[in-house]
């Protein structure tokens, strides 16, 4: 039982995030490319050349690149967040996170920067108030002062995102209570060992899973769309009406589109569909719900026709949405 709790103790913040390629704008040959997660990453782990390699010996896994990568190539397992915000649903002040250096009890991860939008949002869908809990950010070593900030940036999105239930999440972000924290154990030499032991095994039971992820097959469809999205979608509870507003950013097509593949080939989750019909005509298709809002293909457009649309109806989620319909390009 001890070599499994000090090998999870071992593991415990030393995950490297997934990595998946084809949803990297890098990858995509986006215009631009993209480089949020080097400019995020506090410890210059993340080397960009086409496509992204991490530094094993630097990265702490703190998270904060998968809270700013815009198209999910790289994350964490948002379920295991999830889960815990559900297994807290009963407790009269609601789920509880803190970070790992917080020294407060609750349910923990590495770094509050592991956290994403879909958790808060499910958060309200289930109604169960959530306290988000961080340490001494400014002398971490594991994720560093920008974290609050990008934390609160992942609240702020995920109330956006919330808005048309008309129940926002009841969350707070707050620094750690000292009052909270453990007052410790006076142990002799002899009793040490024992101490050590159970302390560890608090951890393991208050620590949220972590294992790194399987590689994505990219040959199975649903399987490009990232985790985080899919929860979005279902974590807009209670269902808006149909014809509600919903705040998704996603492309819209002007008449000057040139009928090219550009916008098709930079998609980082295939959400846009390019067809040639056998009368040399062209539709372009959006699947709303697997668009994470990367603009790659707003930047990538050689006449400039796509520009975002941040607001779309409740529905758009629930079935293909036509884009455009040309005549024959062949003639």
């Not at 509600?244 to 980082?268: H, K, Q």
């Amino acid at each position: 039982m001890l070599e499994n709790v000090f090998k999870l103790l071992g593991e415990y913040g030393n995950v490297l995030p997934r990595y998946t390629g084809p949803r990297c704008l890098s990858e995509r040959l986006s215009v631009g490319g993209c480089d949020l997660c080097q400019q995020a990453c506090p410890h210059d782990a993340i080397i960009i050349f086409q496509s992204v390699s991490i530094n094993a010996d630097a990265c702490t896994g703190c998270g904060l690149c998968t809270q700013a990568c815009p198209s999910g190539a790289l994350e964490y397992d948002v379920t295991a967040p999830l889960n815990a915000v559900r297994e807290q649903k009963a407790q009269p002040q609601g789920a509880k996170i803190v970070c790992s250096k917080s020294e407060e009890g609750g349910r923990s991860v590495p770094c509050l920067a592991r956290l994403t939008a879909s958790t808060v949002m499910a958060a309200g869908a289930w109604d169960t108030p959530l306290t988000l809990v961080h340490g001494d950010c400014a002398a971490c070593t594991l994720g560093g002062p920008s974290v609050p900030a990008s934390v609160q940036g992942v609240i702020d999105e995920a109330q956006r995102l919330r808005a048309p239930t008309g129940r926002p999440t009841e969350v707070t972000l707050r620094a750690h209570d000292p009052e909270q924290q453990g007052s410790g154990e006076r142990v002799s030499r002899r009793l040490l060992f024992g101490a050590m032991a159970r302390g560890a095994g608090r951890m393991a039971a208050q620590a949220i899973p972590d294992s790194p992820l399987p590689f994505v097959d990219w040959s199975e469809p649903e399987d490009r769309v990232p985790a985080e999205w899919r929860w979005r979608v279902r974590a807009l509870r209670p269902a808006p009406t149909p014809e509600t507003a919903i705040y998704w950013p996603a492309p819209l097509i002007d008449d000057t589109c040139i009928d090219c593949p550009v916008c098709e080939n930079v998609c980082p989750t295939d959400a846009i569909t390019r067809d040639v019909q056998p009368d040399g005509g062209v539709t372009l298709t959006l699947s709303l719900a697997s668009c994470t809002g990367c603009n790659a293909c707003e930047r990538s457009c050689p006449p400039q026709a796509i520009h975002m649309q941040p607001h779309w109806r409740r529905d758009a989620l629930d079935s293909p949405i036509l884009l455009r319909e040309s005549g024959n390009i062949l003639q």
